[in-house]
């Protein structure tokens, strides 16, 4: 929630579709399978280069976000999903 709050309107729409409180989260604890998750959700028009896609996206979230919440998000991840974001966040 405290990555909602930071980002812009717009943005928080999209981080925020589709997603439940009561569901589960998902269990993906390695890079590739993560991958395949994005991949089954990216549209179309994006390739199908999901690692490629998330590790834009961590890439941007760690320069334009603060450094303490970036770290808060990396402590809560799985240990190998950690090393998805980029060395200048961690």
Do not use: C
């Amino acid at each position: 929630m405290h990555l909602g709050a930071q980002l812009s309107l717009l943005v928080r729409g999209l981080y925020y579709e589709g997603w439940r409180l009561t569901e589960k989260p998902d269990s993906e604890r390695q890079p590739a399978d993560f991958a395949e998750l994005v991949a089954a959700q990216m549209p179309l028009q994006y390739g199908r280069d999901a690692l490629r896609m998330t590790n834009a996206v961590l890439n941007l979230l760690a320069e334009e976000l603060d450094y303490g919440e970036v770290a808060k998000i990396i402590t809560t991840l799985p240990a190998p999903l950690r090393s998805l974001w980029p060395p200048k966040a961690a």
